[in-house]
């Protein structure tokens, strides 16, 4: 199948999982893209296909088992939006079909399944592109703009604190279908401090629980210590049983100054310490970046802009910025300190990336 270089033909899509969140935030934006054409979802679900036929119109052609989607004459492309743990098998068979590939994260549930993804794409000549959206939300380009650009000087310390509502109910409570609150929760923030601290990942050190949402196999609370080589380190604090009166807060400081940002309030503040300066800055996304709740009432305002971006890449032949390494190495310090919890000792990450 030849790649798409014509901007006037339509790249023709397939959305592998009609589920909620595949409706809600891959779907309603596809439909709206110029030069994508979606030809067909699948789900298990009857309930979902009938809303995704509602969303998309009665050409929509529907499937109960993705791998029928798959044979579909003139498909370019597929968004993977199943359960975690079948990423790996729906990824390796659209590669082998011959399509490009944006996954939702993670990449895999192990390492070996992400090397096995990213050795299909490279076989097949084909796009691989990962859903992490947040590195497509405006805020957090333009704080790591400004971390590149020196504004605090050398990077030495990130944080993240997530104090939130539970997930939504369902598969997300499974230990084996989301492969642990981590890789499935905060694969995100560890990919975001792995992007902007632009260093290899050493070792992590992790504590967490099950303390309240008892009725989960998933753990419910949790503190990551991750360090860098040149001893960066970074810091996750989560919490699913705090639904009120918080804000995602992540921050960077340096020898010259460190930056502050909250992800619902859209805001980003800069102090400079050899000066008593103070930058408040609102990063808003465009209203059609915005166009998709989570569970916890939350705006997500990175899925639109990573769509477009992956029709981009598939265009132009482009290397996406959320590219399957960068994914392999999110999943590998994930699942370190998920071990470092379980075995109550600090991980080094050659285990996992060996």
């Known amino acids: 199948m030849a790649d798409k270089d014509d901007d006037s033909t339509p790249i023709r899509v397939g959305l592998l999982g009609a589920g909620w969140f595949g409706r809600e935030a891959h779907l309603r934006n596809l439909l709206s893209l110029p030069g994508v054409e979606v030809l067909a979802a699948s789900s298990r679900s009857d309930a979902s296909l009938r809303?995704?036929?509602?969303?998309?119109?009665?050409?929509?052609r529907t499937f109960e088992d993705w791998r029928?989607?798959?044979?579909i004459e003139n498909l370019d492309a597929v968004v993977i939006a199943l359960t975690n743990d079948q990423h790996h098998e729906a990824a390796l068979a659209a590669f082998d079909a011959g399509l490009h590939v944006l996954c939702e994260k993670p990449l895999g549930l192990t390492v070996k399944q992400c090397d096995e993804i990213i050795a299909a794409s490279e076989s097949a000549g084909k796009l691989l592109q990962i859903g992490h959206e947040m590195r497509f939300q405006r805020l957090y380009q333009e704080m790591k703009a400004m971390i590149d650009g020196g504004a605090i000087g050398d990077p030495q310390l990130m944080w993240c604190r997530e104090f939130r509502g539970p997930m939504r109910p369902g598969w997300r409570s499974s230990e084996s279908l989301t492969g642990g609150t981590i890789l499935e929760k905060n694969v995100h923030h560890i990919d975001l401090f792995n992007w902007m601290m632009d260093r290899e990942p050493v070792r992590v050190a992790a504590q967490g629980g099950t303390n309240v949402l008892t009725d989960r196999e998933i753990l419910d609370n949790a503190q990551v210590l991750i360090e860098y080589e040149g001893g960066r380190r970074a810091t996750l604090e989560l919490c699913l049983f705090a639904p009120y009166g918080g804000d995602?807060?992540?921050?960077?400081?340096?020898?010259?100054?460190?930056?502050?940002t909250k992800n619902q309030a859209l805001s980003l503040v800069h102090h400079r310490f050899d000066l008593p300066d103070r930058l408040d800055m609102r990063i808003a996304d465009s209203k059609d970046d915005?166009?998709?709740?989570?569970?916890?009432?939350r705006v997500d305002r990175g899925i639109r802009p990573e769509l477009i971006h992956f029709f981009d890449c598939i265009r132009e032949g482009k290397t996406p910025l959320n590219d399957g390494p960068s994914a392999r190495r999110a999943v590998a310090v994930?699942?370190?300190?998920?071990?470092?919890?379980?075995?109550?000792?600090m991980v080094d990450l050659e285990e996992f990336c060996s």
């Open 51 to 60: 809303a995704a036929l509602d969303l998309a119109g009665s050409h929509l």
């Open 68 to 71: 029928e989607l798959l044979q």
């Open 248 to 260: 995602c807060e992540i921050g960077a400081a340096g020898d010259r100054g460190r930056i502050d």
């Open 290 to 297: 915005a166009n998709f709740v989570d569970a916890a009432g």
């Open 334 to 345: 994930c699942l370190a300190a998920q071990e470092s919890i379980r075995r109550r000792e």
